[in-house]
Nanobody, 124 residues
Framework: QEQLVESGGGLVQAGGDLRLSCAASLRPFSSYAMGWFRQAPGKEREFVAAISRNGGSTYYGDSVKGRFTISRDNVKNTVYLQMNSLTPEDTAVYFC?????????????????RGQGTQVTVSS
């Protein structure tokens, strides 16, 4: 059964860092573009980051550029999101996504699979 499981969320002070992980049971993992989205209460879902199948290309939402880094390990079947210089505006549920189609489709919000999400709370 295809599954994405996120971990690494929690409570952090403004200016702090967190690293999220997403373990995927997709096979083969390397055939999927991977991404991260977030959703805060009362707000629309927001694209955060995406990475190509071989990890050679990455894409970021405007609000996280220069602060967040997405990476993947195709041996461990895991995608990561390193989040630095966090602000209260980054507070949201973060969930990872996977899609077998061209990566632009996922960046626009369509994907084959998504995880349940992990809560990130940034205190001021």
């Amino acid at each position: 059964q295809e599954q994405l499981v996120e971990s690494g969320g929690g409570l952090v002070q403004a200016g702090g860092d967190l690293r999220l992980s997403c373990a995927a049971s997709l096979r083969p993992f390397s055939s999927y573009a991977m991404g991260w989205f977030r959703q805060a209460p009362g707000k629309e879902r927001e694209f955060v980051a995406a990475i190509s199948r071989n990890g050679g290309s990455t894409y970021y939402g405007d609000s996280v550029k220069g602060r967040f880094t997405i990476s993947r390990d195709n041996v461990k079947n895991t995608v990561y999101l390193q989040m630095n210089s966090l602000t209260p505006e980054d507070t949201a549920v973060y969930f990872c996504t996977a899609d077998s189609r061209p990566i632009g489709i996922m960046i626009r919000g369509a994907y084959d699979y998504r995880g349940q999400g992990t809560q990130v709370t940034v205190s001021s």
